[in-house]
Structure formats: structure tokens, C-alpha cells
């Protein structure tokens, strides 16, 4: 298992660095929102920023004083934005989740975040289903990411009071898919509760995977 996710790693690594990376800049007043997206695959977060790394960014009508200090960065933004986007097609951050620690007082702050998207075959599967992952004879499973929750109403709506489809910001990623999947040729795994929890009380969810499949003789896969 060790070998297989040191293996995984590598091959995120190499296929991020045949892909153009994309960014994504966000001046640092309240309530302002990163969006990240990909219109063919899901996002790979490489690098994020929320500070100051030089004196032109976000500057215009900030006083110099604001702009000075251009060696400005909070510690596990990367994390942050990994966690929150990695795996998915569309991202959405409000900046104001960096605000819990000031890095750099009196300092004009932006979050900076370059990524890459990486191909993916995307399956959503509906609360109380059965989510079945697949490649061709002789390739494995890797695992981007998986979130079970809700984050729109239009997936997995048929039949459903409104009311059990209104709250769109219940999401919960989970990695119990890629424990469960990666390495195997095949996988089924429920789309329920009692697998992933209960994020939102009422709402009827879904399950969300976006996954790759790969020869491991002719790859970095084991």
C-alpha cells in the first residue's frame, strides 16, 4: 500500500508537469470569492498564496505603505486550497477564510493559486446507490478526489421535494473512496450515510468521485 501511494504521488507529479498551469489572483477584501474551474478534468492545486510577494498586485488605489511589505505569506494556504478544490471540476473560496490570522498587519493581502487540470472520469452517484468505479481489463483504479454531500440542485433531483435539495453548501470530502478503490480494476462502494456520515440532516445527497484509470506495467503505478 506504501509503494502504491508514494507511486500515485509520483505519477500526479509527472502528469501536472505536461499541463499548463492555470491562475487564479483575488484582491483581499472581505467576501471575495476564488473561483476555480476546469472545463475538461479536475483541479490539481500547485500552489497558493494568501499574503503579498510583490508590490503590484491588487495595488491599484492602495497606498504604498499598504504595498511595502512584499514578503508576506500564511502558512498552509496550499493545504487549505488542496483540501477545499483538489479532485473537483469547479472550485468556489471565499477569501475570508484566511482571515482568522492577519500574517502581515497593515499590509493589502491577495490569494494567489496556480493549477493544472488533470483528466478524469467523473461519476456521480445518488444517496442510497451503489457508485461503481471501472477500467479496461488490466488497469487500476487511482483515486482524484471524492466529496459526498450536495453542491447544486441539479444532480440527483428526481422526485425530491425542494426542500430536500435547497442547501447547496453541504459537502464533505472523503478519502474512504480512494482507500477503499485504488489499485483495483474494479469497485463498488454505497453512496449512504452509514459509509460516509450525515453532513446535512434533510438534504438528500450524493456521492461525487472523479477518478483516472492506468495500466501499472506501462505507468508509475506498481
Not at 26 to 50: K, R
Not at 110 to 125: F, K
Not at 144 to 153: E, L, P
Request: charged share 20%; hydrophobic share 30%; net charge neutral.
Amino acid at each position: 500500500m506504501l509503494r502504491f501511494r508514494l507511486s500515485t504521488t509520483l505519477l500526479l507529479a509527472a502528469t501536472c508537469s505536461l499541463m499548463k498551469a492555470e491562475k487564479a489572483t483575488t484582491c483581499g477584501s472581505n467576501w471575495n470569492v476564488q473561483h476555480l474551474s476546469c472545463d475538461d478534468g479536475v483541479i490539481s492545486v500547485q500552489t497558493a498564496l494568501y499574503g503579498r510577494a510583490d508590490n503590484v498586485t491588487c495595488s491599484e488605489g492602495r497606498p504604498p505603505a499598504q504595498l511595502a511589505n512584499t514578503n508576506c505569506s500564511q502558512a498552509g494556504t496550499v493545504d487549505v486550497l488542496k483540501k477545499r478544490c483538489d479532485g473537483k471540476r469547479e472550485c468556489e473560496l471565499n477569501i475570508h477564510v484566511f482571515c482568522t490570522s492577519d500574517p502581515c498587519k497593515r499590509t493589502y493581502k491577495y490569494l494567489e493559486t496556480t493549477y493544472t487540470c488533470l483528466p478524469a472520469i467523473h461519476l456521480d452517484a445518488c444517496e442510497g446507490s451503489l457508485a461503481q468505479l471501472q477500467c479496461d481489463q488490466g488497469q487500476v483504479i487511482f483515486v482524484y478526489g471524492a466529496d459526498y454531500g450536495r453542491r447544486d440542485q441539479t444532480t440527483c433531483i428526481y422526485q425530491r421535494p425542494p426542500k430536500a435539495i435547497q442547501n447547496i453548501y453541504c459537502s464533505r470530502p472523503t478519502g474512504k473512496v480512494a482507500d477503499s478503490c485504488n489499485g483495483k480494476n474494479s469497485c463498488t462502494i454505497a453512496a449512504s450515510n452509514s459509509v460516509f456520515g450525515d453532513p446535512c440532516v434533510g438534504t438528500y445527497k450524493y456521492l461525487e468521485v472523479a477518478y483516472t484509470c492506468d495500466y501499472p506495467g506501462t505507468s508509475l503505478l506498481p
